[in-house]
């Protein structure tokens, strides 16, 4: 990862088009394991926006506090917290026809590393 959208989430769409990577679904979207409820990001692709931009687009974009929120780099280290994740349905990972699911042992993504794991694991409000 990356981000990730909260409950405080309105549905307002201002995100989603800003995102470099397409790393945002909408609540109708099947694809999000929060269907009917709220925005989602693929932690899968989201890279944080880094080489996008100086800061998550996203969170710049969003109205609401506190929606945008922290999540683990996807890297290996968090492997297993996104494996977690992904069988109690907070994430729904990209499963590849022959590379199966996508995590990060698969391809890891790009993260901001002056973002303090304290704070990603307490999901702080990304703050812009
Ligand atoms: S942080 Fe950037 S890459 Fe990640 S979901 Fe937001 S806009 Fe997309
Ligand atoms: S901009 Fe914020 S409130 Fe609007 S859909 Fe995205 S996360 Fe939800």
Redesign the pocket.
């Known amino acids: 990862m990356a981000v990730m ?2 409950d ?9 088009p800003e995102c470099p990577v397409a790393a ?1 679904l ?2 109708t979207s099947d694809k999000n394991p929060h269907e009917g409820e ?2 989602y990001v693929k932690p899968e692709t989201c890279v944080e926006c880094v080489s996008h931009a100086d800061e998550p687009r ?2 710049r ?4 506090e506190g ?2 929120v922290w999540d683990m780099p996807y890297t290996t280290e968090f492997e297993e917290y996104f494996v977690t994740g992904n069988n109690n349905g907070t994430y729904k990972i990209r499963e590849h026809k022959s590379k199966g699911i996508m995590l990060p042992s698969i391809k890891a993504q790009a993260f901001i590393s002056d973002i303090g794991m304290d704070v990603r694991q307490a999901h702080g409000n990304v703050a812009v």
């Open positions: 959208i909260t405080l989430c309105i549905n307002c769409g201002d995100c989603a945002i909408e609540d709220r925005f996203c969170a974009a969003c109205p609401t929606s945008i």
